[in-house]
């Protein structure tokens, strides 16, 4: 009688520790890594303002340009998703301007709000928009800089491998220029030419993304 309930405890125990470490193994496997790809098609307007010429005298102002940009960009983003949660990654993509041309190079950081296929997400894109905004009749041109990018959407299943995603999103470009400093000559008739000043502005945008995710 003692045998078989040793027996007995000693499978029970052996029952006990097979389950918990298959338990064990499945939250690990649960927080494993693995490559994830998105690539977007996306189209933004420009909000707001933004200073252009300054001129100076007696009745010096700033002047300021409506943001009138509409932007088409694709990109792609390469990286690692933890835990079907979180992802991180490198993008890099092509701007097409009304008036520039750009090629940002942006860090990314995700979240899927759940682990499931079909999930409302989150992301941020933070890097160098390098190209041209070209000039025009209201402003210089100017060289990209810094931009941002903040967006949340909404991904569901299509395939084994395949997701696919809407999004909106607000997008910051800076861009370094310069104005043109006028001064009034002494029968205040017309403006003259005085000099050039750098500076930066940032431009507002804001838009809509389709997105494909694999896996």
């Known amino acids: 009688m003692v045998k078989k309930t040793c027996i007995g405890l000693l499978t029970a125990v052996s029952l006990l520790g097979f389950f918990r470490s298959f338990s064990q193994e499945s939250d690990t496997a649960a927080n494993t890594l693995k490559y994830f790809n998105k690539t977007e098609l996306g189209v933004s307007m420009g909000l707001g303002s933004f200073p252009t010429d300054v001129y100076s005298g007696a009745n010096g102002r700033t002047l ?3 943001n009138d940009e509409i932007v088409i960009n ?3 983003v390469n990286g690692v998703m933890y835990n079907n949660r979180w992802l991180l990654g490198l993008s890099v993509g092509v701007e097409k301007w009304r008036y520039g041309l750009f090629w940002p190079i942006c860090g990314y950081l995700g979240y899927n709000f759940k682990r499931t296929d079909n999930s409302f997400f989150a992301n941020i894109y933070l890097g160098y928009g390098l190209g041209t905004r070209y000039s025009t009749s209201y402003y210089n041109q100017a060289s990209g800089a810094f931009t941002l990018t903040i967006g949340v959407g909404y991904k ?6 395949l997701r696919f995603g809407y ?8 861009l370094n220029s310069s104005y043109n400093i006028y001064h009034a000559d002494t029968t205040n008739t017309q403006w003259i030419y005085n000099s050039s000043l750098d500076y930066k502005i940032g431009l507002n945008f804001a838009g809509l993304k389709i997105a494909v995710f694999l896996p």
């Not at 999004?167 to 800076?174: C, H, L, S, T």
């Open 167 to 174: 999004e909106i999103f607000y997008k910051y470009q800076a």
């Open 156 to 161: 569901m299943k299509v395939s084994k491998n």
């Open 64 to 66: 300021k340009a409506k």
């Open 74 to 76: 694709l990109q792609t």
